[in-house]
């Protein structure tokens, strides 16, 4: 049986690929309806929905639904980011966006965007431009300079500005992806 990930995954693969789709688990089903895919969680109704129109699909997702978390991180994989604000139904809109090349989307908690950062501060620190992390902000991406936490709320600098937002609260960031015999030749080079 497919887990709630899963089953979210092929939901947004078959509907980015314009193909019918019905699967289902014990808390979720993912059908076709009159050209719309569709994700219902038993317990709450539809909870995503998305056009089968085209290249690059829009997705709605329903703001109050338990598995809002788990859609944003698999959208997030196939770069898909929310867009503006909350509709007078509750749902979220989502577009793909491009990503930068040599990065990885991550759609976390803020604080794991922190750890990100603490973990590799020294490479950040080290550079004028850090390019390892970035965020988005009006519609483009951002190095990130600096993180900071306080009273709850994590600060980012970014080269034009400060953003603040909870701890608690999702972000989507990108990460530079490592090419891993760099990283062991650098290993090799310290010991």
Request: hydrophobic share 35%; net charge negative.
């Given at each position: 049986?497919?887990?709630?990930?899963?089953?979210?995954?092929?939901?947004?693969?078959?509907?980015?690929?314009?193909?019918?789709?019905?699967?289902?688990?014990?808390?979720?089903?993912?059908?076709?309806?009159?050209?719309?895919n569709q994700l219902?969680?038993?317990?709450?109704?539809?909870?995503?929905?998305?056009?089968?129109?085209?290249?690059?699909?829009?997705?709605?997702?329903?703001?109050?639904?338990?598995?809002?978390?788990?859609?944003?991180?698999?959208?997030?994989?196939?770069?898909?980011?929310?867009?503006?604000?909350?509709?007078?139904?509750?749902?979220?809109?989502?577009?793909?966006?491009?990503?930068?090349?040599?990065?990885?989307?991550?759609?976390?908690?803020?604080?794991?965007?922190?750890?990100?950062?603490?973990?590799?501060?020294?490479?950040?620190?080290?550079?004028?431009?850090?390019?390892?992390?970035?965020?988005?902000?009006?519609?483009?991406?951002?190095?990130?300079?600096?993180?900071?936490i306080s009273d709850?709320?994590?600060?980012?600098?970014?080269?034009?500005?400060?953003?603040?937002?909870?701890?608690?609260?999702?972000?989507?960031?990108?990460?530079?992806?490592?090419?891993?015999?760099?990283?062991?030749?650098?290993?090799?080079?310290?010991?």
């Amino acid at each position: 049986m497919l887990s709630n990930l899963e089953l979210i995954r092929e939901f947004v693969d078959k509907t980015i690929h314009n193909k019918d789709i019905l699967l289902s688990n014990s808390a979720l089903t993912a059908q076709t309806v009159y050209k719309t895919n569709q994700l219902t969680a038993k317990s709450q109704g539809v909870i995503a929905t998305s056009q089968l129109n085209g290249t690059f699909p829009e997705f709605l997702v329903q703001g109050k639904s338990s598995h809002w978390e788990t859609i944003n991180q698999a959208l997030a994989e196939y770069n898909y980011l929310l867009k503006g604000e909350i509709d007078n139904r509750g749902f979220y809109r989502y577009e793909h966006c491009e990503v930068p090349q040599g990065y990885q989307m991550h759609c976390t908690q803020s604080v794991l965007l922190w750890r990100a950062w603490w973990k590799n501060r020294k490479n950040v620190l080290r550079s004028d431009i850090p390019l390892y992390l970035l965020i988005q902000n009006r519609n483009s991406w951002y190095p990130i300079r600096d993180l900071t936490i306080s009273d709850g709320l994590l600060y980012i600098k970014t080269l034009g500005s400060e953003i603040a937002i909870h701890s608690e609260d999702l972000v989507i960031w990108l990460s530079k992806i490592e090419d891993n015999s760099e990283l062991k030749n650098t290993e090799l080079a310290e010991f």
